[in-house]
């Protein structure tokens, strides 16, 4: 089975604060994604990476950065954490050419 | 642009009864079509998914039909269950570049009661 595993399942940062949230994939797969889940809106995409080193922005990249130094985890930062970015935040993965992806179980972050 | 239109929620029925949560699309080319549930307090998992028109996917009793000539891929069960409730998000993929993304709907809260 595909495990996809992220560092917290819920956290609470105040507004300013640099967040890091992580994830790390099990299954070797080459194509990672950073979804941000809101009620009424479903799910954006933020950024994703098809590779090591390698990064794309997704539809609401704006205040948001990723990075991805080994192949198994995608990190995504908030350079300076907002409370417009209190949400939940999902991880996915895929292999290379596949349309299916495999979500972990989200973070639930809160900026006060 | 690609887009997913799904009926909006909540949807509260009783044990055993039908289900229908409605799904639409605009997508240029021929799309993958997915139904994802989450449950609770959880991520997203995948329900079901149809590669091309007149697919049927189909897992744990639900069903949907890839439909080309009405661009929908509605979700169905016949006999619904107090543990099918959840929020059920219908998507399609589409190739960015050298590989697949997936564009979703807004969500539908199934609520079932005992």
């Known amino acids: 089975d595909v495990k996809v595993t992220q560092s917290s399942r819920y956290l609470v940062k105040r507004t300013g604060e640099k967040v890091f949230l992580e994830c790390v994939q099990d299954m070797d797969h080459e194509n990672m994604f950073w979804y941000r889940q809101d009620p009424g809106l479903g799910l954006r995409l933020i950024y994703f990476?098809?590779?090591?080193?390698?990064?794309e922005k997704g539809d609401i990249p704006e205040g948001y950065s990723v990075s991805r130094e080994k192949k198994e985890r995608f990190s995504l930062i908030l350079e300076s954490a907002s409370t417009n970015q209190t949400s939940m935040y999902l991880c996915?993965?895929?292999?290379?050419?596949?349309?299916?992806?495999?979500f972990g179980p989200g973070t639930r972050l809160t900026v006060l | 642009g690609n887009s997913v239109t799904q009926m909006e929620g909540p949807v509260t029925l009783s044990e055993e009864a039908f289900l229908t949560i409605n799904c639409t699309y605009t997508?240029?080319?021929?799309?993958?079509l997915f139904w994802y549930v989450q449950y609770p307090g959880e991520g997203l998992q995948l329900l079901l998914k149809a590669t091309k028109a007149d697919d049927k996917g189909s897992n744990k009793g639900f069903e949907a039909t890839y439909r080309k000539e009405t661009t929908s891929f509605h979700l169905e069960k016949g006999s619904v269950q107090v543990s099918d409730s959840a929020v059920y998000f219908c998507a399609l993929s589409y190739r960015g570049g050298s590989n697949y993304k997936l564009t979703f709907g807004k969500g539908t809260l199934l609520t079932v009661n005992p």
């Open positions: 997508a240029t080319g021929y799309p993958s």
């Open positions: 990476s098809y590779d090591v080193k390698m990064k």
């Open positions: 996915a993965s895929s292999p290379w050419g596949s349309d299916t992806q495999y």
